[in-house]
């Protein structure tokens, strides 16, 4: 599966914006996938995850109740909803699928990634 991030950009503190992730070459309906950013410097962090359905799904604490994970397995595609966008939530954004239906918070879990997509919010 090759997946490719989209939707990033510059956004203002409390903007919004949606990253997409789409997957080509074979569908991902059965894998989980969860979206991870890197700020300059930092470490790769969870952001947000989605089992292969869609019925389960897990954020990081410090995005809880502003971004919202989804997907669209007949268009093999998952979203990341950003809502009150802060300056902390600038990164590279980086869509990632597991090799089974359920993921986890942990980097290790996921072996296919995206090439990610930069997201800058300014305060």
């Known amino acids: 599966v090759q997946l490719q991030a989209s939707g990033g950009g510059l956004v203002q503190a409390g903007g919004s914006l949606r990253l997409s992730c789409a997957a080509s070459?074979?569908?991902?309906?059965?894998?989980?996938v969860a979206w991870f950013h890197q700020a300059p410097g930092k470490e790769r962090e969870f952001v947000a995850g989605?089992?292969?359905?869609?019925?389960?799904?897990f954020y990081a604490d410090s995005v809880k109740g502003r971004f919202t994970i989804s997907r669209d397995n007949t268009k093999n595609t998952v979203s990341l909803q950003m809502n009150s966008l802060k300056p902390e939530d600038t990164a590279v954004y980086y869509c990632?699928?597991?090799?089974?239906?359920?993921?986890?918070?942990?980097?290790?879990?996921?072996?296919?990634w995206g090439q990610g997509t930069l997201v800058t919010v300014s305060s």
């Open positions: 990632a699928a597991a090799p089974g239906a359920y993921g986890s918070r942990l980097l290790a879990t996921y072996n296919n």
């Open positions: 070459r074979r569908t991902f309906s059965n894998n989980a």
């Open positions: 989605i089992n292969w359905s869609g019925s389960s799904t």
